[in-house]
């Protein structure tokens, strides 16, 4: 398989998710993967965050997606819904016509080890590889797998535009009224999750190794579920990067791995800036002396013959 045809992609709707995408691209690097992360962009993603992504060779993928709905038909109330509702994007990796295989990661990942060998494992055509879906009690005492249902978190694939476009008259014909629905939960995986019912779509299942949230690892490895923890996937709140603008409230996590888990993704962060500003060598200052001066008008004018000596 030519190392062109294929690519990661993650997905921002806003600016909200920038440091996520950022430290997933440094982070592909750090594990040593050969290929290279693009990202959808879509309506409400400033210019300054589409710059930034550019600066560290995050390959751009740009969409206008209320102009995409509508030309499926979705009225302008429908489309501004379906845009500001931020999970719908997603599907336009997808449409993605530059690659022929995608591995498409949510922004709120970190990979532990290399996964580039999915782009040769998975390679079966207009199907796509996901996780189960997992419902848990309150207190985590209990964790119910669901093969029917899948988290859409880390999805190999193929170029498809025909299930793109299946992804979005599916929320097409499924109405305006799908988003007034009180306490209930919309997001991308229930078109997924509606197709694969309808038999629509296939799907064929990932490991939990490869999309595992950090509550989970302390379990999964002491049951010995799994030989190895390729992806993290903070899919609840808080998000790492919240963490950094000490905006939430003092956070008492599940157990002492999930802890350590957060705290990696803080420690590839600062190892991100680290290395981005502060990892080269510099030469000697310029300045020669100290010396009285005085300013005429606008102008500062150094004497030179009143070097100071001693501050």
Same mark, same amino acid.
């Given at each position: 398989?030519?190392?062109?045809?294929?690519?990661?992609?993650?997905?921002?709707?806003?600016?909200?998710?920038?440091?996520?995408?950022?430290?997933?691209?440094?982070? !592909?690097?750090?594990?040593?993967?050969?290929?290279?992360?693009?990202?959808?962009?879509?309506?409400?993603?400033?210019?300054?965050?589409?710059? /930034?992504?550019?600066?560290?060779?995050?390959?751009?993928?740009?969409?206008?997606?209320?102009?995409?709905? !509508?030309? %499926?038909?979705?009225?302008?109330?429908?489309?501004?819904?379906?845009?500001?509702?931020?999970?719908?994007?997603?599907?336009?990796?997808?449409?993605?016509? /530059?690659?022929?295989?995608?591995?498409?990661?949510?922004? &709120? !990942?970190?990979?532990?080890?290399?996964?580039?060998?999915? +782009?040769?494992?998975?390679?079966?055509?207009?199907?796509?590889?996901?996780?189960?879906? #997992?419902?848990?009690?309150?207190?985590?005492?209990?964790?119910?797998?669901?093969?029917?249902?899948?988290?859409?978190?880390?999805? @190999?694939?193929?170029?498809?535009?025909?299930?793109?476009?299946?992804? +979005?008259?599916?929320?097409? $014909? &499924?109405?305006?009224?799908?988003?007034?629905?009180?306490?209930?939960?919309?997001? &991308? =995986? %229930?078109?997924?999750?509606?197709?694969?019912?309808?038999?629509? #779509?296939?799907?064929?299942?990932?490991?939990?190794?490869?999309?595992?949230?950090?509550?989970?690892?302390?379990?999964?490895?002491? $049951?010995?579920? /799994?030989?190895?923890?390729?992806?993290?996937? %903070?899919?609840?709140?808080?998000?790492?990067?919240?963490?950094?603008?000490?905006?939430?409230?003092?956070?008492?996590?599940?157990?002492?791995?999930?802890?350590?888990?957060?705290?990696?993704? @803080?420690?590839?962060?600062?190892? #991100?800036?680290?290395?981005?500003?502060?990892?080269?060598?510099?030469?000697? /200052?310029?300045?020669?002396?100290?010396?009285?001066?005085?300013?005429?008008?606008?102008?500062?004018?150094?004497?030179?013959?009143?070097?100071? =000596?001693?501050?």
């Amino acid at each position: 398989m030519s190392e062109n045809n294929c690519i990661y992609v993650s997905y921002m709707s806003n600016d909200r998710d920038l440091r996520g995408v950022l430290v997933l691209a440094y982070n !592909l690097k750090k594990v040593k993967s050969k290929y290279n992360l693009g990202c959808i962009v879509v309506d409400n993603v400033s210019p300054k965050a589409k710059e /930034t992504l550019k600066k560290h060779n995050i390959i751009l993928f740009e969409f206008n997606l209320e102009k995409i709905l !509508l030309g %499926y038909g979705f009225s302008e109330e429908h489309a501004k819904m379906v845009v500001n509702k931020h999970y719908f994007g997603k599907f336009l990796f997808l449409n993605i016509n /530059t690659h022929d295989k995608i591995i498409y990661l949510d922004s &709120d !990942l970190l990979i532990m080890s290399n996964i580039d060998h999915l +782009f040769k494992e998975k390679n079966k055509r207009d199907c796509l590889y996901m996780v189960p879906d #997992m419902q848990a009690s309150g207190d985590y005492s209990a964790v119910m797998l669901i093969n029917d249902k899948f988290n859409s978190g880390v999805i @190999v694939s193929n170029y498809n535009k025909e299930l793109c476009d299946l992804c +979005f008259k599916t929320l097409l $014909d &499924d109405g305006i009224e799908l988003f007034q629905r009180d306490n209930f939960f919309l997001t &991308d =995986q %229930y078109v997924f999750d509606k197709l694969f019912e309808e038999k629509k #779509m296939k799907v064929e299942l990932l490991e939990l190794k490869y999309n595992l949230h950090p509550i989970l690892i302390e379990s999964v490895q002491r $049951d010995k579920m /799994t030989d190895n923890i390729y992806v993290l996937h %903070y899919m609840v709140r808080p998000k790492p990067w919240e963490l950094l603008d000490l905006e939430i409230d003092t956070h008492i996590f599940e157990n002492n791995i999930c802890r350590d888990a957060f705290k990696l993704w @803080v420690d590839i962060y600062f190892e #991100m800036i680290s290395k981005r500003y502060f990892n080269f060598d510099f030469n000697k /200052t310029n300045v020669k002396s100290y010396s009285w001066g005085k300013k005429n008008n606008k102008s500062y004018h150094f004497d030179h013959n009143n070097i100071i =000596q001693k501050i």
